[in-house]
């Protein structure tokens, strides 16, 4: 079980927001560990035009569960342990950048739920690489791998930008 406190620390520094967060809930946080929940809703954007009448969720849409959860919530985790403020969290932007290994096991449909596990293999300086599982609720496999991310410090050192970019200015306002 994760401190509610925490959970929503993490979730509030993710840069994913709907409709392209996929983790409902992180269920447990240990050392180097994480496990998050989230239910594909039938009424997700993607499902109208993959597999019309029978869809089902894309692989591609899967691996991003797998990173957002494996590579960036848990990144984020590692951070606040190591002390980093949520400021210079904030100011960091994490670069999915490798899938190695995946293996689709199962198919998920619309309405379904999946338990994404991972455990980090690596972090140091601005590189995690995580090895992360994908279940059905019901513990079924869906799929499995190894992911990579590196994080780059302020946005316009790399993209030659006049500032900074805040992902505060792109949240939902409610």
Do not use: W
Request: with cysteine; net charge positive; glycine share 8%.
């Amino acid at each position: 079980m994760v401190e509610p406190t925490a959970e929503r620390t993490i979730l509030d520094l993710m840069p994913h927001q709907a409709p392209f967060r996929f983790i409902d809930r992180i269920l447990s946080l240990e050392e180097r560990r994480i496990e998050s929940r989230y239910r594909f809703r039938e009424e997700e954007y993607f499902y109208g035009g993959h597999y019309p009448g029978n869809p089902i969720t894309p692989g591609v849409i899967l691996i991003e569960a797998m990173a957002q959860t494996g590579l960036v919530a848990l990144g984020i985790a590692m951070m606040l342990e190591q002390n980093m403020s949520a400021e210079r969290i904030t100011q960091m932007t994490l670069l999915f950048s490798l899938a190695d290994r995946v293996q689709f096991d199962g198919v998920v449909y619309p309405g379904q739920t999946i338990r994404v596990q991972a455990r980090n293999l690596f972090f140091r300086r601005a590189t995690i690489k995580s090895e992360v599982n994908v279940f059905h609720e019901n513990g079924g496999p869906v799929c499995s791998g190894l992911l990579t991310g590196s994080a780059i410090g302020g946005a316009h050192q790399q993209t030659g930008l006049r500032r900074p970019i805040d992902r505060r200015d792109y949240r939902r306002k409610e």
